[in-house]
């Protein structure tokens, strides 16, 4: 019920193209959707994140995609840029209570 | 800088020594976060506090000892640990109650132990 499945575990895109990954939930009662991003060294970022009221959210080149009724969630990433290489994480939450992550994406773009 | 300090960044320590990570935010949060990092395991839980009091405790070896004096610092005590507890360690901190605005991560302990 608390899981988060992410998919990819791996990516490589090339530098243009776009990076799209994947996760899927269970629990209907999540209401809280973030994408953490990871470069080596560091620890994860709050990248973007949306609520269940929209089917989509945009921020630069980065849009999160949102299907309820499938419990599904993905991360696009346009114009892939050398800089995006990092790992990135799905998580969920509902109020007030702790964030499940997803396995996470190692995400290579290709110059 | 992102708000959660941790130190030391890099810890080599053997398995006799004892140590501590510490952390450090002062966001205003009133939950804190302790994760492991590894390459098998990306981002595995180990000990939440939530105003002060630990509230989760998931199945950690007695060798790591959570310690949280205030909201605002949480330390991780170390001893005796093994070579397989060499991995990045981080620290993260949010709001509980109400809507959530995610965590807040620092920049991580990576820990040898040699």
């Known amino acids: 019920q608390q899981q988060v499945k992410q998919s990819p575990q791996s990516l490589i895109v090339q530098k243009g193209g776009i990076s799209i990954i994947n996760c899927a939930y269970e629990?209907?009662?999540?209401?809280?959707f973030p994408w953490y991003q990871q470069f080596p060294g560091k620890g994860p970022a709050l990248l973007i994140a949306?609520?269940?009221?929209?089917s989509e959210k945009k921020e630069g080149r980065f849009t999160i995609s949102f299907n309820k009724s499938a419990k599904q969630f993905s991360l696009h990433i346009m114009d892939s840029q050398p800089g995006d290489s990092a790992t990135y994480f799905c998580?969920?939450?509902?109020?007030?209570?702790?964030?499940?992550f997803g396995g996470g994406t190692r995400l290579m773009v290709k110059p | 800088e992102t708000g959660v300090t941790q130190t030391p960044r890099h810890l080599v320590m053997g398995m006799t020594n004892k140590k501590s990570l510490k952390c450090e935010q002062h966001?205003?949060?009133?939950?804190m976060y302790w994760y492991k990092q590894s390459a098998k395991k990306p981002l595995e839980l180990m000990f939440v506090?939530?105003?002060?009091?630990?509230?989760e405790n998931n199945s950690v070896p007695s060798r790591f000892s959570p310690e949280c004096p205030n909201s605002s610092h949480l330390f991780l005590h170390l001893h005796t640990l093994q070579p397989e507890d060499s991995a990045l360690y981080l620290c993260?901190?949010?709001?509980?109650?109400?809507?959530?605005?995610?965590?807040?991560f620092g920049s991580g302990t990576r820990l040898t132990v040699v």
């Open positions: 993260a901190s949010s709001r509980t109650g109400g809507a959530n605005y995610g965590y807040t």
């Open positions: 629990n209907t009662a999540f209401d809280y």
């Open positions: 949306i609520r269940p009221d929209v």
């Open positions: 998580a969920a939450s509902n109020a007030g209570n702790m964030l499940t």
């Open positions: 966001l205003g949060h009133n939950a």
């Open positions: 506090y939530s105003l002060e009091e630990r509230v």
